[in-house]
């Protein structure tokens, strides 16, 4: 199926759905005017993956903010005790070794641990409150973060802030961070070695964070945080457990760019964080 044909079942798709209205398997009421805009984002998502660089820019300005509806859903269970599918030791904690994130900054953002210290152009550290309740994780700079040194720029940096206002929030009252802090060449996969090098100070950063909830974008991510082996979808719909932090698994931006089908999904684990985070900031 051509991208376009696609593009244009699936705004069908949501338009039936906002004529009838329908409850989801999460128990999600879809708004129809909101659904509606939805589906006129997901053209417009889908036509700005299918453009140039030069010509994105200029169609990100004109894509609808994701903006569908806020009904409340049932928050979920977290994990107690255990939980199916982590790795990591339930409810263990971690001990932060240095006393902010300047002073940890300040001792890693020189690293050479792994060959991408050779070729960043900056050390994405990360970004938002240092007393953040949510925090975000990605799996590593791309092109505009390696030039800027902030995670999160560019086009999918622009989707993940339509991402958050539309559940309440701004950068500032989260905290960002990736997996690595130096861009692979040609934004490819991060490697074993490389992430192992890495992680510990991601560990760290969220030991002095110390946030409420963690969001894991993308399945480098949550490969790394909850040390499996797992596909994404097999990750999603269901709270995790980092050192006694719950997590929820969700896509990346820039899956939701190259795949505009994935934002409902993405919508959705975004209600459940968002009603959680209340409840555990009330
Ligand atoms: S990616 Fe991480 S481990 Fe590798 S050089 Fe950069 S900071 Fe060091």
């Known amino acids: 199926m051509c991208a376009d044909r696609q593009d244009v079942d699936i705004a069908e798709v949501f338009r039936k759905v906002s004529r009838t209205g329908i409850g989801t398997s999460s128990g999600i009421i879809i708004d129809s005017k909101r659904v509606d805009m939805l589906a006129a984002e997901i053209v417009a998502a889908r036509s700005v993956v299918m453009s140039s660089e030069a010509k994105s820019e200029q169609s990100e300005k004109n894509t609808t903010e994701m903006n569908v509806t806020k009904s409340a859903t049932a928050t979920p269970a977290l994990p107690s005790s255990s939980t199916e599918i982590t790795g990591i030791q339930i409810g263990a904690g971690q001990k932060a070794e240095f006393k902010s994130l300047d002073s940890h900054f300040e001792n890693i953002c020189e690293c050479q641990k792994c060959p991408l210290g050779a070729t960043r152009t900056k050390f994405v550290y990360g970004v938002g409150s240092p007393t953040a309740d949510l925090m975000f994780v990605g799996e590593a700079p791309g092109k505009n973060e ?35 802090k130096c861009r692979p060449p040609d934004n490819r996969d991060p490697q074993s070695d490389e992430m192992e090098h890495c992680f510990p100070y991601l560990k760290e950063q969220i030991a002095i964070v110390k946030p409420k909830i963690i969001v894991s974008l993308g399945r480098i991510s949550d490969q ?35 795949n505009p089908n994935f934002k409902r999904g993405c919508w959705e684990d975004m209600q459940i964080i968002q009603a959680e985070y209340k409840r555990l900031s009330s």
Do not use: C
């Open 146 to 180: 390696d030039e800027q040194g902030e995670p999160f720029v560019g086009r999918a940096g622009k989707l993940l802030d339509k991402i958050l206002a539309a559940i309440d929030l701004t950068r500032s009252e989260i905290y960002i961070a990736n997996i690595l």
């Open 224 to 258: 790394s945080l909850l040390q499996n082996k797992l596909a994404l979808g097999k990750m999603r719909d269901q709270w995790h457990s980092y050192q006694g932090i719950p997590l929820r698994v969700t896509y990346h931006p820039a899956a939701l760019l190259r």
